[in-house]
């Protein structure tokens, strides 16, 4: 019971610290997107996005295979076998290596070609791009060889490590920003040179703060060739998920590319950014939630991980209806207040990805379960399948109907059935999984809570009262709605209890 009580206090502490990392990067992510936006362009900016893109289809990697890092640390962890953990260690480092110069290979070669062949560039910003191109593909090598330390950071539950660098590279970001804006240099060019020369910074930071804190990140000449293969197996299979995901991602990006241009892009861009800053609310929760999932796991515990993947989906599925439902019906006017110039469609594809970001809410705990197990390949397999057909129903839309809004509300129909891929698998492997708790006591009271509390938003925008007003009473009467019934309905007395108590922490408040 102590453990337990020491593991929600350590879940709530580093989600409090990534939080406050999230509130400070997002005002100021929000504004450096104004400025950037402003200084390249929208043509210029739509470049930046769909060359941009090219790198994440192959860094994407780089995430698979931190998990996968991650996931062997925490569990070394979990048993306590400090040795383990400097073997594992390094063998993770000398696999990244490994990867980061097969990755070059790659990026030079069908990369390079990609960008200058099968891109729709515009006349002139070719060369522009290709600077872009060899800048994040120096960052993303070294970000591959980087992935053993962050995952070293998380498995330790070091979150304050996090919280203020990220705010650091936020504001670096922003003068960034400013002084391309004011610069008589190419601005796409000076712009991602400067972002590179940004993102090798803070890593090499990492890499020491590492060093100095953790002593298995101590690089040693070891290889452990038995533990070389279950990691590259199971890094094996989880970059044919991330590679599946990848390719649908960046797929609809490049076909859209194909099919409208970079105008649309940037559109998609901005959306994108928008999706992807209120989801990393969501995300917070997962990195705090997830060590814990794994140690329990570790330990045999499967009826407290059983806990953590209910607490952790309900806490993310609120988190995320908090930030998106207020947004979503008044996007038209937030995004004319924070851009001089909304690219076209960038509201109605920001609006659709707001969706489906609560819906994916619910996955990366039921991933953590499956991930904590080790035995990947069937989850990556079904999901890789998915993500193909996604793509490919895309492309037969697109075809058919030239229409770039109902490409991208596939994504809306996918995550649900990414769900039901999850609970399968996980059942399959963890036993003692409850699906039908799940589902009762989670999934289906915060879809409902969701539905409900978009009706009302959707009744209220429609009074016909000024913008700004019909802004503020929409977020005020939500989320007053959405914590009232969460917590009445959803929450049960633990959840409850552990909320108070950490609400109580805060507000240092005693129990009498």
Excluded at 218 to 243: Q, Y
Excluded at 371 to 381: D, H, L, P, T
Aim: a positive charge; proline letters at 2%; hydrophobic letters at 50%.
């Amino acid at each position: 019971m102590q453990q337990e009580t020491t593991g929600n206090r350590l879940i709530a502490k580093n989600a409090t610290m990534l939080y406050f990392r999230m509130f400070v990067t997002m005002a100021i992510s929000f504004y450096t997107s104004r400025i950037v936006l402003k200084a390249l362009g929208v043509s210029d900016y739509g470049v930046y996005n769909v060359v941009g893109g090219v790198i994440v289809m192959i860094s994407t990697l780089t995430g698979a295979l931190g998990g996968a890092t991650s996931r062997f640390l925490t569990f070394a962890l979990g048993r306590k076998d400090i040795e383990n953990l400097k073997t594992t260690f390094s063998t993770a480092f000398y696999i990244h290596l490994t990867l980061a110069i097969l990755f070059v290979v790659v990026a030079e070669s069908i990369g390079v070609w990609f960008v200058n062949t099968q891109l729709v560039i515009p006349e002139g910003r070719m060369g522009a791009a290709n600077w872009v191109f060899q800048a994040a593909i120096l960052s993303t090598t070294l970000g591959m060889t980087q992935t053993p330390y962050s995952a070293s950071i998380t498995s330790h539950e070091r979150m304050g490590a996090f919280a203020y660098i990220a705010i650091a590279n936020a504001v670096f970001k922003l003068a960034i920003a400013f002084i391309v804006l004011f610069s008589a240099v190419d601005h796409l060019v000076l712009y991602s040179i400067l972002l590179m020369i940004l993102s090798i910074s803070f890593r090499l930071y990492y890499r020491y703060y590492c060093i100095k804190n953790f002593e298995e990140c101590r690089l040693r000449l070891i290889f452990d060739k038995n533990l070389f293969k279950r990691m590259l197996s199971f890094s094996g299979w989880s970059m044919v998920g991330s590679l599946s995901l990848m390719f649908r991602n960046q797929g609809v990006n490049i076909l859209i590319n194909r099919f409208f241009g970079t105008l649309v892009n940037a559109a998609v861009g901005v959306a994108g950014q928008v999706q992807g800053i209120l989801y990393a609310f969501t995300n917070n929760i997962m990195v705090a939630f997830r060590p814990q999932i794994i140690k329990e796991y570790a330990a045999g515990n499967y009826s407290r991980m059983n806990e953590l993947i209910g607490m952790g989906a309900k806490f993310s599925s609120l988190v995320t209806m908090l930030t998106t439902i207020p947004f979503i019906f008044s996007m038209h006017f937030l995004m004319s207040l924070w851009l001089e110039e909304v690219p076209i469609g960038a509201v109605e594809i920001c609006q659709i990805l707001l969706f489906t970001n609560f819906f994916n809410s619910f996955n990366p705990y039921l991933y953590m379960g499956v991930n904590a197990s080790g035995r990947i390949r069937n989850m990556n397999i079904a999901l890789s399948i998915l993500y193909f057909l996604s793509l490919f129903v895309t492309y037969v839309i697109l075809k058919l109907t030239h229409s770039y809004l109902l490409s991208y509300s596939i994504g809306i129909l996918s995550a649900p059935a990414s769900t039901m891929i999850y609970v399968v698998i996980l059942k399959k492997l963890v036993p003692e999984f409850r699906v039908g708790e799940f589902f009762i006591k989670t999934y289906i009271p915060m879809t409902l809570v969701a539905i409900s509390s978009l009706m009302l938003a959707w009744m209220l925008s429609n009074i016909g009262l000024n913008q700004l007003i019909s802004f503020l009473l929409v977020a005020i009467v939500c989320t007053s709605f959405v914590c009232f019934s969460v917590y009445t309905w959803v929450l049960d007395a633990h959840s409850k209890q552990i909320f108070m108590n950490f609400v109580k922490s805060k507000l240092h408040i005693r129990n009498k």
